[in-house]
Protein backbone atom coordinates (compact mmCIF):
# COMPACT_ATOMS: atom_id res chain seq x y z
CA UNK A 1 0.00 0.00 0.00
CA UNK A 2 1.37 3.38 -0.89
CA UNK A 3 -1.23 5.43 1.12
CA UNK A 4 -4.06 5.19 3.03
CA UNK A 5 -6.94 7.41 3.44
CA UNK A 6 -6.82 9.22 0.39
CA UNK A 7 -10.56 9.14 -1.07
CA UNK A 8 -12.28 11.95 -0.85
CA UNK A 9 -15.61 10.16 0.27
CA UNK A 10 -14.94 7.70 2.93
CA UNK A 11 -18.08 5.74 1.39
CA UNK A 12 -16.20 5.15 -2.10
CA UNK A 13 -15.77 1.68 -2.60
CA UNK A 14 -13.38 0.31 -5.80
CA UNK A 15 -14.39 -3.33 -6.98
CA UNK A 16 -12.64 -5.57 -9.46
CA UNK A 17 -14.05 -8.10 -11.86
CA UNK A 18 -13.10 -11.17 -12.99
CA UNK A 19 -13.29 -11.59 -17.00
CA UNK A 20 -13.91 -15.38 -17.93
CA UNK A 21 -16.14 -17.25 -20.56
CA UNK A 22 -18.80 -18.56 -18.36
CA UNK A 23 -21.12 -17.01 -15.77
CA UNK A 24 -20.76 -18.37 -11.96
CA UNK A 25 -23.40 -20.98 -10.92
CA UNK A 26 -26.55 -19.53 -8.96
CA UNK A 27 -26.11 -18.82 -5.72
CA UNK A 28 -29.80 -17.12 -4.55
CA UNK A 29 -27.90 -14.31 -4.07
CA UNK A 30 -26.28 -12.68 -6.93
CA UNK A 31 -26.02 -10.11 -9.93
CA UNK A 32 -25.94 -10.04 -13.29
CA UNK A 33 -24.29 -6.89 -15.94
CA UNK A 34 -25.11 -6.23 -19.13
CA UNK A 35 -24.90 -3.37 -21.93
CA UNK A 36 -27.15 -2.25 -24.06
CA UNK A 37 -27.70 0.24 -26.69
CA UNK A 38 -31.40 1.83 -27.28
CA UNK A 39 -32.20 4.53 -30.05
CA UNK A 40 -30.82 7.65 -30.06
CA UNK A 41 -34.26 9.94 -29.14
CA UNK A 42 -36.49 10.74 -26.39
CA UNK A 43 -37.87 8.30 -23.77
CA UNK A 44 -35.90 5.57 -25.62
CA UNK A 45 -34.07 4.67 -22.13
CA UNK A 46 -37.27 5.03 -19.84
CA UNK A 47 -39.12 2.43 -22.19
CA UNK A 48 -36.08 0.32 -21.83
CA UNK A 49 -36.17 0.87 -17.93
CA UNK A 50 -39.29 0.19 -17.27
CA UNK A 51 -38.57 -3.72 -18.41
CA UNK A 52 -37.05 -3.81 -14.74
CA UNK A 53 -39.77 -1.92 -13.08
CA UNK A 54 -42.47 -4.49 -14.73
CA UNK A 55 -40.37 -7.47 -13.89
CA UNK A 56 -39.91 -6.24 -10.28
CA UNK A 57 -35.68 -6.55 -10.82
CA UNK A 58 -33.24 -4.12 -8.83
CA UNK A 59 -31.16 -2.04 -10.92
CA UNK A 60 -28.10 -1.23 -8.87
CA UNK A 61 -26.00 0.52 -11.24
CA UNK A 62 -26.27 2.10 -14.49
CA UNK A 63 -23.71 4.41 -16.37
CA UNK A 64 -23.53 5.74 -19.88
CA UNK A 65 -20.73 5.66 -22.62
CA UNK A 66 -21.15 7.78 -25.56
CA UNK A 67 -20.64 6.08 -28.66
CA UNK A 68 -18.22 7.87 -31.14
CA UNK A 69 -19.77 8.02 -34.21
CA UNK A 70 -21.35 11.18 -36.09
CA UNK A 71 -25.31 10.28 -35.20
CA UNK A 72 -23.89 9.89 -31.91
CA UNK A 73 -25.81 7.35 -29.09
CA UNK A 74 -24.93 5.47 -25.96
CA UNK A 75 -24.10 2.66 -24.54
CA UNK A 76 -25.60 1.73 -20.77
CA UNK A 77 -23.82 -0.40 -18.77
CA UNK A 78 -26.33 -1.81 -15.98
CA UNK A 79 -26.20 -4.39 -13.00
CA UNK A 80 -28.93 -5.86 -11.51
CA UNK A 81 -30.09 -8.05 -8.63
CA UNK A 82 -30.61 -11.20 -10.00
CA UNK A 83 -29.25 -14.29 -11.93
CA UNK A 84 -29.39 -14.16 -15.83
CA UNK A 85 -31.04 -17.90 -15.54
CA UNK A 86 -33.75 -16.40 -13.07
CA UNK A 87 -37.18 -17.06 -14.77
CA UNK A 88 -37.75 -13.10 -14.13
CA UNK A 89 -34.25 -11.95 -15.40
CA UNK A 90 -34.33 -13.79 -18.45
CA UNK A 91 -37.89 -12.43 -18.90
CA UNK A 92 -36.60 -9.29 -18.51
CA UNK A 93 -33.83 -9.39 -20.94
CA UNK A 94 -36.54 -11.39 -23.88
CA UNK A 95 -38.47 -8.11 -23.28
CA UNK A 96 -35.25 -5.46 -23.28
CA UNK A 97 -34.21 -7.40 -26.33
CA UNK A 98 -36.97 -5.77 -28.21
CA UNK A 99 -36.41 -2.15 -26.91
CA UNK A 100 -33.03 -2.73 -27.95
CA UNK A 101 -30.28 -2.16 -30.89
CA UNK A 102 -28.09 -4.34 -29.21
CA UNK A 103 -28.17 -6.31 -25.84
CA UNK A 104 -25.31 -8.09 -24.38
CA UNK A 105 -25.71 -9.43 -21.43
CA UNK A 106 -21.85 -9.73 -19.87
CA UNK A 107 -22.63 -12.32 -17.34
CA UNK A 108 -23.86 -13.20 -13.69
CA UNK A 109 -21.86 -13.36 -10.11
CA UNK A 110 -22.40 -13.72 -6.51
CA UNK A 111 -23.09 -10.75 -4.93
CA UNK A 112 -20.30 -10.03 -2.27
CA UNK A 113 -19.93 -7.61 0.81
CA UNK A 114 -16.83 -5.00 0.28
CA UNK A 115 -13.78 -6.23 2.46
CA UNK A 116 -11.95 -3.66 4.37
Known amino acids: MLAEDIEDNPSNVTRFAVIGADSAPRTGADKMAAMFEVEHRPGALAEAMNVFKRNRLNMTWIESFPIARPEGGYL ?9 ADLKVRRALAALGK ?6 VLGS ?7 G
Do not use: A, V
Open 76 to 84: FFIELDGHE
Open 99 to 104: RTLRLE
Open 109 to 115: YPRSQPI
